[in-house]
């Protein structure tokens, strides 16, 4: 069976798939000009880092301010690059910190008066995203053969 | 929480892994595959349609009996029961999804091939057959030209709901008995599409074009859809030129001869290498149109158009531009939809990649803005032409907003803005009313984020190929000039940003191919450029 999910399991980053989506990765990788120095890729990636740590640094202070429109915007902004680079869990995380912070269920489809619940919620998800951040940052660095 | 893969297919297609958990029900399972299936399946079904059928490993001797999995099966534990030791590729689950969705009666009662307008009926509608008519004539003699081709080439009149939605509606295999049914249906070719012709042709380019109820008269059952390799050529049919399938000489559209002839289509986007990208057709130097000449030296698959991408997330944005600038158009970005407005104020933009989800103006508001733009200023392909049909109402709308048309309203309508402007919706969502939204809002058409390239690259060929046959005298003048002259377009891009207040806006426009502008217009239209920071790419 050919499957795309198959086919390309060496030269990515997480063959798994499960922390960071082969499809969608390896189309960044194709934009890359030179496959040694992955130019292209590279910076996108790096600076996706940058833009995650202080998206999470305000997430964090919105949750300290209770700031639930702005925690949900930020989500969704989130959700967007970390779709963008196929961080499935990061990205399924944020879009709960988005649903949350609209007052929503985690599925968005269920509102939520309670905005103390939502808050915490919303604090857990943060957490959550962080990790998942972190867990695939890690694998991306591997991938660039970055070890600080 | 533990993961595992299962394998899940679509009868008679390839099989594919989804990832469950290890307490996913059943009904879990199903939202899975929508999300895998996003653009086969998600666009049009919800996860409670999907019907999940298992072939049990048969003993020895004993007949295969499949069964459907309930909702509330455990899915890993029914899955370890029937094959114990591991499910193999082989023994994917099948994915079904009911036959018809809605029901809507067909023009022609029961007739023999009803059963593939039923599947039809199933088929992804997102953009287009609801909200947009069929394409009107273009011209006369490209009409004739894809009556003409009926027989020859029906397969080709798929292919722009191949590039509108990015898949090969099934097609009968050749001599299929199904075939027959194309032929006795006496249908424009046009009529085939599933998705929606450019909207760019209808006047006025609102949304208000969704009262249109287009039966859905097209068919082909999806079992046939791996047999299908073409890719791009779009229901305007020209005159002769080469075809994929080797069908020589049929009249088949040379407009978007896509670069990927052989490549299977995907049933979810999966990604290309470049290679493929690559290897372009021969028959590329002439999509232009049917009488733009090879010397007119044309190179790239993609029509010389000005796409404007609005993103605000510099992340995506930046994977975007890296996209465009493989595709060699020119290009500019806006990050809020207020900037999206004013960049394309300044005019020259074919295309507009639209994320809904933008700081200080949202794209559906930028969207809305921009419609509301080419109405009051009276820009529509036809609205000179189809005076007749579109008179009283256009009338109305305009003396509604005669008063609207401020002077800040005022665009130069004759010189910059030759047709709607394409706005490509970019939705996060997979959910069915934020599209609607969307091209109610006035999108023409959308893509799913993350955007995956060879989607990203056939809505700018399709949508451009279609931007630049409108304005196809505006190309051929361009070309030629800008070959010419190319140091003057700094100078005469300056020019154009004098504007002239347009009062007669619904009675002077006329069809830009019968209205070539003058050189020095062209070269500020197509090769100046837009906005400060509009850059080009195109070299």
Known sequence: ?148 | MLHRKIWVKRPGASATLVQVREDDLVDDVRDVILKKYGNSLGRSFDAPDIILRIVPRAEHGQKQVERVLGPDEQMCQTLDKEYPGGQAVDEALIIDIPQRRTPKPSPRGMNPYMHSYLEEAARPVENGGDYFPPMPAASPAITAASHHSNHSSNEHTRAMSVLNTGQVPPLPSPGGTRRAHHKNSNRPAYMRQHTSSPTTLQAPPTGSSQKVVRPRLDSNASDHRHSAILVGNPPISTPPAQTHDGAAIAPTSTLVNTSHPSSPRVSSPGPRKPKARKNKPPAENTMLAPSIPTSLGLDTSVPPINVLIVEDNHINLKLLEQFIRRLKVRWATAVNGREAVNKWRAGGFHLVLMDIQLPIMSGLEATKEIRRLERVNGIGVFSGSSASSEAPKLLARKSQSIEEAKEEDKLDVERLFKSPVIIVALTASNLQVDRHEALAAGCNDFLTKPVNFVWFERKVKEWGCMQALIDFDGWHKWKDFASAQSPVNSKTANGTKDKKPVKEVVSVKKPAASKPPLPTEDSADLSGTPGPDAESSSN
Do not use: W
């Open chain 1, 1 to 148: 069976m050919a499957d795309a999910k198959s086919e390309g399991s060496t030269g990515l980053p997480d063959p798994s798939g499960e922390i960071v989506d082969q499809a969608t990765f390896s189309q960044i990788l194709e934009m890359d000009e030179d496959e040694d120095e992955r130019e292209f890729s590279k910076s996108i990636v790096y600076d996706f880092f940058e833009q995650a740590r202080s998206t999470f640094d305000k997430m964090d202070k919105a949750l300290k301010e209770k700031d639930l429109a702005q925690l949900s915007q930020l989500g969704h902004f989130l959700k967007g690059s970390s779709a963008t680079l196929g961080l499935t869990k990061v990205k399924d995380s944020c879009e709960k910190i988005q649903h949350f912070g609209a007052r929503k269920d985690e599925t968005g489809t269920q509102d939520e008066p309670d905005d103390s619940k939502s808050l915490n919620k919303s604090g857990h998800s943060v957490g959550q995203a962080r990790h998942e951040f972190e867990e695939a940052e890690n694998l991306l660095k591997k991938f660039y053969h970055d070890n600080e």
